[in-house]
């Protein structure tokens, strides 16, 4: 259907804004998503979600709050304060662990060289011991039967386990079979380390037991240092001491959550005794107050004095309360730090009352929430400076509308061509933010020929609407030289390359001459349009040369000769393209209406509206069908 004429090479460029609109709503998206995190000083992914709820309150989509926040350029930081978080330190602490096998390894060098070649006599010159026996199975816990090795001097220098009890574990989990006739010090070098060995031989000399309650012991084997919580007990016996132990593993356990439960949120644990007039405040209670370990915490009547002058009212009154009503109470107030940086704490405390129904003690919670705080004004200032965004964008959608009605004639107002009958649909986008650059003209020239254009500048808004009009508006001073087609979107390609702000677009640019019903026509990166000839329908063969604005190129013009009765169809990517489907299969369903459709353009334009099923809210969407008479 189609002869190139002057035919040069063309660049295939495929129609893929689709797959840009796609892609430039991704780029906004991750843009905004680290604007966002900027200004609010936390994670890209804690801020999208708070973009998501910026977008729900705004009752606008997750693209168009998106679009609105980078537009708004950013803004940098608006105040969020974020508390200081450190990531947690290896349980026990590297330096702790360290210092632990050093100190064991002296311990385990200093008892390697030591003679054990008699300790198997030592251990049958002990015998039997029924007090040791009866300990042994009277004792649920860990329990030992240990016997002294002296050195030459009398002195003792070691014990052997002679036997254990079968609930005995050690901290590496050795029992019986693997520790009776072993050296305690070798096993355990902890033991001389935490004064345990000196503290068992003095049982042994003066028949004192010794009972440790809890306390923390380290102890190391094989390269490993393992920590906990333990009670020690020993007695002496006819051949020795007895030992008995317990791991407080449960204990440790629990401490290490509550420690972790206090960093991750922040939240602080205290306690005041008012009857001793003492505080025991855990370290994080100590951090969101600003003391250090060695600081003594206020009491009630001296909180006051720690917080910010301006809070000083609310938690007098809140302390007030607390005594005279004998009632929990909450707070918020903040504290300033030794930067001079405000901290915000949420306080909880609860008054323990007596036999006498007067408080005794007080317990008390706080949690620091100054990153919350902080994210809450930043997105308040960051909410208000995108309603203001809004706004300006409203305005220039307005304006945007504005100018497509004055720069577009209506449909029934378009100037007709000689021999063609046309018609006209011109739908702009539902959406008001997704109006476009669609756009259309027709001119009768003095030497008799017609001159009919649809194109469609890149973009939305306001950008596309004034670019349409400067492409419409240059294309018609253009029209007046009368030089072919092609030779017109080779000067329009310069005119939308320089636009300030550059811009680009497809467009279709023919020249229709009644006497030889002949079409002359460039086709610039646009849809290719549709011939129905005879019942058949089809695209026409198109040289796809590239968009407007997008480099200098010499554009082709192609012939194609038209016969009375030929319906062509023009349109714009609007009526095609959607996200869920492809681009071939839709001008094919398109192609297939229009073979079925009556040749009267206004009739196959409301057929083709009515059957295609596009998507009026995403694009403008512009139809042009000529009737060749």
């Not at 609407?465 to 419409?472: E, N, S």
Request: charged content about 25%; glycine content about 10%; some cysteine.
């Amino acid at each position: 259907m189609a002869e190139p004429e002057g035919t040069q090479p063309g660049v295939h460029v495929a129609d893929l804004e689709d797959l840009r609109g796609a892609a430039h709503d991704r780029a906004v998206l991750s843009e905004a998503r680290v604007v966002l995190a900027r200004r609010l000083g936390v994670p890209p992914g804690e801020a999208l979600q708070h973009l998501i709820w910026l977008a729900r309150d705004l009752d606008i989509d997750l693209a168009e709050a998106a679009a609105v926040l980078v537009k708004d350029g950013g803004g940098g930081p608006v105040g969020a304060v974020v508390a200081d978080r450190r990531a947690p330190r290896a349980e026990g602490g590297t330096a702790e662990r360290q210092a632990v096998l050093s100190d064991a390894e002296d311990v385990l060098r200093r008892v390697a060289a030591e003679d054990t070649s008699g300790d198997a006599e030592i251990l049958a010159e002990a015998g039997d011991d029924p007090v040791a026996r009866a300990l042994l199975d009277g004792t649920l816990d860990s329990c030992a039967h240990l016997v002294p090795v002296r050195g030459p001097d009398g002195a003792v220098a070691d014990f052997l386990y002679a036997d254990l009890n079968d609930a005995t574990r050690d901290m590496f989990g050795r029992g019986r079979e693997e520790l009776t006739g072993r050296r305690l010090l070798r096993t355990d070098p902890g033991a001389a380390l935490s004064g345990l060995f000196d503290e068992y031989t003095r049982v042994l000399e003066t028949g004192t037991p010794m009972e440790r309650p809890s306390f923390m012991y380290s102890t190391a084997q094989g390269g490993l240092s393992r920590s906990s919580r333990m009670s020690v007990r020993c007695v002496r016996v006819p051949t020795g001491v007895c030992v008995t132990w317990r791991y407080h593993f449960a204990e440790d356990r629990v401490a290490r959550r509550l420690e972790r439960v206090e960093r991750l949120a922040l939240i602080g644990f205290g306690e005041w005794d008012l009857a001793t007039g003492e505080a025991d405040w855990t370290p994080q209670m100590r951090a969101n107050y600003g003391l250090g370990p060695d600081d003594v915490p206020p009491m009630p009547h001296d909180l006051p004095k720690a917080v910010a002058d301006d809070d000083l009212p609310l938690v007098e009154e809140a302390v007030q309360t607390m005594f005279s009503r004998r009632e929990p109470v909450e707070a918020e107030h903040r504290v300033i730090g030794p930067d001079g940086t405000p901290r915000h704490l949420w306080l909880f405390a609860e008054p323990v009352l007596g036999d006498s129904g007067l408080p005794i003690s007080i317990n008390v919670v706080s949690q620091d929430i100054t990153r919350r705080r902080g994210v809450e004004r930043a997105l308040a200032e960051t909410r208000r400076q995108m309603l203001k965004q809004q706004a300006r964008t409203a305005q220039e959608r307005k304006v945007a509308v504005t100018l497509r009605r004055a720069i577009l004639p209506d449909e029934d107002e378009v100037e007709q061509l000689p021999g063609l009958g046309m018609a006209v649909r011109s739908l702009a986008a539902e959406s008001t933010a997704r109006i476009g650059g669609d756009w259309f003209a027709t001119r009768a020239l003095p030497d008799g020929r017609g001159l009919f254009a649809i194109g469609d500048a890149a973009g939305h808004g306001l950008p596309a609407a004034a670019a349409m009009a400067r492409t419409r508006n240059g294309l018609l001073g253009l029209a007046c030289t009368g030089e072919p087609a092609g030779r017109l979107v080779d000067w329009l390609n310069e005119l939308v390359g320089t636009m300030d702000p550059p811009a680009t677009g497809t467009a279709i640019v023919a020249h229709f001459d009644p006497s030889r019903r002949v079409l002359a026509w460039t086709c610039a990166g646009h849809p290719p349009p549709i011939l129905v000839r005879e019942g058949r329908a089809a695209p026409l063969e198109v040289v796809r040369d590239p968009m407007l604005g997008a480099m200098p190129w010499q554009y082709t013009t192609i012939t194609t000769r038209l016969h009375p009765g030929d319906l062509l169809f023009l349109y714009t990517d609007g009526l095609v393209e959607r996200r869920d489907a492809d681009l071939d299969e839709r001008i094919g369903r398109l192609t297939e209406i229009l073979q079925d459709s009556s040749l009267r353009p206004d009739l196959a334009l409301d057929e083709v509206l009515a059957r295609m099923e596009f998507d009026r809210a995403a694009d403008d969407t512009t139809l042009f069908a000529l009737l060749v008479e």
